[in-house]
């Protein structure tokens, strides 16, 4: 057995099997129990019973971006860097995504053990994620159900990611891009046998459809079978998930519940952005905004001056529908966030509301079914399962970024002394 590998100031134990790390997209843990419940979904069912089955934290804002890089860093934003899917960059003045490397300010898990010789495998659902998640790694395999006919043995670790699984393309808006996942990471193991397997899917199914709702369940019957194999074939289990979701519409219209904010500070000043006024930044914007239309439930505000903050301030403050509006050193404090990364205010929505930034500026069109979303405090709470019986230590927040630390770590040491199906030899 190899040394244990620290990374960003955590000690992991060299995997002693497989070790599997899936962040559900979207993944409310109210899916996980209604699934069950109905009695659609076995093997997730044993996983809550099991003794290895924790409530977590994600990090807010309760985006893609900034918690699928905290997993695979182990640590928040604060030293990661990735404070969202989207900022505004004050050097260049311009607005743009964080899908570049150049953004990130730790190394993942995945470039420490795979510098070490382990092999490492990620497959992520959509594009967006997989430079950040493979840089600086040494050979393994990296690539995106949504770019799986375009990878190649030099750039992705893999010649031909479709006759992997024998599934089609799949639709970048369809619940098929997170079964391709699934069915990668399942043929990965059973042909290459990586040390660690990272699998992050896409919320599509989550943004239209609740909990306990045959949509939702017939994805998750999907995914208990997946795991299943997984577990069959020996590997060490953790599941997670970057955020929740909730409901963002009035239900008895169904439109969406948004402040538009830019539309708010443009009319108290009287002048708009180009003409020195407030900027509002989205950081859920990303590629692909169709199913939530730039919609959720956490922005960030520039300034110029303090003044204008301060009056912005005290203006959302009294509107009943926004849960919190901090300064800079508020926001970076509590939400353990960079401070360069954010705006001089933070706003949150409260659980049934999102924020926009001109009505003009969101195309609504392709929101076919009432908006769920997320991005606020209302979306932290989340999933963290474990195939092996395991405890948190003692007095630890459990984390969402906790998954590798407690799947090579606590879950890991109890391998020798359990002999059932939740932890067979390989196959």
């Not at 000690?11 to 409310?28: A, S």
């Not at 997993?71 to 990735?82: D, N, Q, R, S, W």
């Not at 360069?340 to 929101?367: F, K, N, P, Q, Y």
Request: glycine fraction near 8%.
């Amino acid at each position: 057995m190899k040394s244990p590998i620290t990374v960003n100031g955590r000690t992991y134990p060299w995997p002693k099997r497989t070790t599997v790390v899936v962040c559900v997209d979207g993944c409310e843990e109210a899916y996980l129990t209604e699934a069950v419940r109905a009695g659609v979904a076995p093997y997730i069912g044993r996983l809550l019973a099991g003794g290895g089955a924790f409530h977590a934290e994600c990090v807010v804002p309760s985006f893609t971006n900034p918690n699928n890089l905290s997993i695979v860093t182990g640590v928040p934003p604060a030293v990661h860097g990735i404070c969202g899917n989207f900022l505004y960059d004050r050097e260049t003045g311009e607005e743009q995504l964080m899908n570049d490397p150049k953004w990130l300010r730790a190394p993942t898990l995945f470039a420490a053990f795979s510098q070490a010789g382990a092999k490492v495998a990620i497959v992520t659902a959509k594009d967006k994620l997989r430079t950040l998640l493979g840089h600086q790694m040494t050979g393994g395999i990296c690539f995106s159900a949504e770019k799986a006919d375009q990878v190649t043995l030099e750039k992705n670790g893999i010649a031909d990611a479709l006759r992997l699984t024998g599934l089609p393309l799949p639709n970048v808006y369809s619940a098929a891009l997170s079964e391709f996942v699934f069915a990668a990471g399942v043929r990965l193991v059973e042909t290459q046998r990586p040390d660690l397997l990272y699998l992050s899917t896409t919320d599509y199914v989550q943004h239209k459809a609740a909990p306990g709702t045959p949509e939702a369940n017939a994805f998750y019957i999907m995914m208990d079978g997946y795991l299943e194999r997984l577990d069959d074939l020996g590997c060490v289990i953790a599941l997670t998930a970057d955020h929740g979701m909730n409901a963002k519409h009035d239900p008895a219209t169904g439109q969406p519940n948004v402040i538009y904010l830019q539309d708010r500070c443009d009319d108290w000043f009287g002048r708009t952005t180009d003409e020195g006024g407030a900027r509002v930044i989205l950081p859920i914007t990303d590629p692909y905004v169709v199913h939530h239309g730039a919609l959720g439930s956490f922005a960030t505000i520039y300034f110029n001056n303090d003044e204008d903050r301060d009056l912005v301030r005290r203006g959302l403050a009294a509107i009943p529908e926004i849960e919190a509006v901090l300064s800079n050193a508020e926001a970076a404090r509590i939400f353990e966030l960079a401070p360069d990364r954010i705006g001089d205010l933070v706003v949150v929505s409260t659980r049934d509301w999102t924020l926009g930034t001109s009505a003009s500026r969101h195309d609504l069109s392709g929101l076919d079914v009432p908006l769920r979303s997320h991005g606020g405090i209302s979306e932290q709470r989340v999933p963290l399962l474990l195939n092996l019986p395991c405890k948190a230590p003692p007095g630890h927040r459990m984390r969402n970024f906790d998954a590798f630390y407690m799947a090579l770590g606590p879950a890991a040491a109890g391998l020798a002394s359990v002999s059932t199906s939740s932890a067979r030899q390989p196959a």
